[in-house]
């Protein structure tokens, strides 16, 4: 009886089966991606890449481990999103000693994985230009200095415009005193 009733059961599990899925609508629509989503995919996947310093433009470092001056990622990534593949240009900092080709290599495959696995994009194309070569050393100094060179540009800026705005106030308070004596 158990036998029976399962049996019964199983026929009209597999019965309602394809009536359930005839009964729901078709849902249309597509998926899109701006290509500043892909960017960003990019751009942090490069972070991850050992002996690429920087990305002209942006302010990542190997050296760090995080980004510096900015968040943006995607600053010296260009990209071209189809609706099935990208394509991806970059221009370069590598480090000195490292072998450029190699980089090259690590650079196609972690975007090829990273856009995959988020987007199930192909990427078809990956153009890398390197723009210079740098120690470790050099490109830590590098960014050190825009850092100095923008928080000394700000701190002058402050402290002149402070220096005015005192001065201002001396002209004013002189004036009103003036004011005040020949009334």
Known sequence: MVQENMKAFGTMAEKETPKTKETQPEIKGALTYED?????IVGLALESVDGLLSVEGGFFSNLTGKLINTD???????????KTQVAVDLKVVTEYHKNVPDIYEKI???IRKEVAAMT???????????????TKEQQKDDDVSIQDR???AAQTTGKFTSEQ???????VEDSTDKEARVK
Request: proline letters at 0%.
């Open 150 to 152: 923008v928080t000394s």
């Open 36 to 40: 500043k989503v892909v960017q960003k």
């Open 165 to 171: 705005v005192d001065k201002v106030k001396d002209k």
């Open 108 to 110: 196609k495959e972690v």
């Open 72 to 82: 943006d990622v995607t600053t010296g990534v260009d990209v071209e999103v189809g």
């Open 120 to 134: 199930e994009l192909d990427v078809v194309e990956v153009n890398v230009t390197v723009t210079d070569i740098k």
